[in-house]
C-alpha cells in the first residue's frame, strides 16, 4: 500500500516520520499513554525509529498496518497517531496530552474508519481498551461503535498477560452516532458496573500468534 493523507476540517493524517521522532518520545513518557498502552518503558529515540521503520513503514509496504500521524490543518506538528491493522481489523491511537479533550482523535478516527470500512475493503473494525480507560471508549462510542462486552485483550501486555478489556465493533452499515449500551463513562477508574462484565461477543477468530510482540504504539 501506498501512503496517503486523510484530512478533514479538523485534522490532517499522513504518515509519521523522522522528523516526528521527538515529538513521539515525548509524548510516551505520559504515564497515561503508558498505563493504557504497551509502548516500551522506559521509551527513547531508538523506540520512535523503531517504530517508524518497522512498524510504519513496514506496515504501509506490506500492507498489513496503516498508521498515520495526526496533525492540526496547516501544522507540522504531530499530535497522536492512529493506526489499523488490516489482519486483525483493529484500530489503535494516541494522542499527546497537550492535544487530548478537543476531540482530534474522535475527528481522526471518523477519517480511518471510514476509509477502513469503504475503500480499505474490511467488513468491520475491532476496538478494545483496557477496562478504566474511559477517554478511549469514549471516542469509540462517539464514533459509533457499539459496545459488545469485556474479555481478556487479543494482544498481550507487558508481562504477557491480557488484561481485561472492554470490546466494541464497527461496522460499514453502522450509523457513525453515539450507540446505546456503552458503559457510563465518568472518567472515574472504580468497579464497572456488574452489566458492562457480560462475556464479549466481538469476533476473535484471528488474534495476534501468541508471543507476538506488539507495536511500539499500539493500544
Ligand atoms: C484516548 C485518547 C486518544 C483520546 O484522545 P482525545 O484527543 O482526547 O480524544 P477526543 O478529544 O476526541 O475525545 C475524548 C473523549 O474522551 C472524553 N474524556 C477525556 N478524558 C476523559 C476521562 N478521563 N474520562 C472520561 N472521559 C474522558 C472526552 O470528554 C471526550 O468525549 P466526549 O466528546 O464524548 O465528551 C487520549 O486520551 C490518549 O492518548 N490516551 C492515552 C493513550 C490511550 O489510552 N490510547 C487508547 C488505548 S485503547
Known sequence: MQPFVLESSAVRLEVPGAADVEAIVEACQDPVLQRFT????????????????????????????ATWGLRGPGSSLLLGVVSVRMRTRDIGFWTTPAARGRGLMTAAVRLVADWALGDGGLDQLHWEGYVGND???????????????????????????????????????????????????????????????????VDDSAPETPGTPRRPEDS
Request: aromatic share 10%; glycine share 12%.
Open 38 to 65: 504497551t509502548v516500551p518503558r522506559p521509551y527513547a529515540p531508538a523506540d520512535a525509529r523503531f517504530f517508524l521503520e518497522r512498524i510504519v513503514d513496514h506496515g504501509w509496504a506490506t500492507g498489513r498496518e
Open 135 to 201: 477517554a478511549s471508549a469514549a471516542v469509540a462510542r462517539r464514533t459509533g461503535f457499539t459496545y459488545t462486552g469485556v474479555g481478556p485483550g487479543t494482544q498481550p501486555d507487558r508481562d504477557g498477560g491480557r488484561p481485561l478489556c472492554w470490546k466494541a465493533r464497527l461496522r460499514p452499515v453502522d450509523e457513525r452516532f453515539p450507540k446505546q449500551g456503552w458503559p457510563d463513562l465518568t472518567g472515574g477508574a472504580g468497579e464497572p458496573p456488574r452489566e458492562w462484565l457480560r462475556p464479549a461477543d
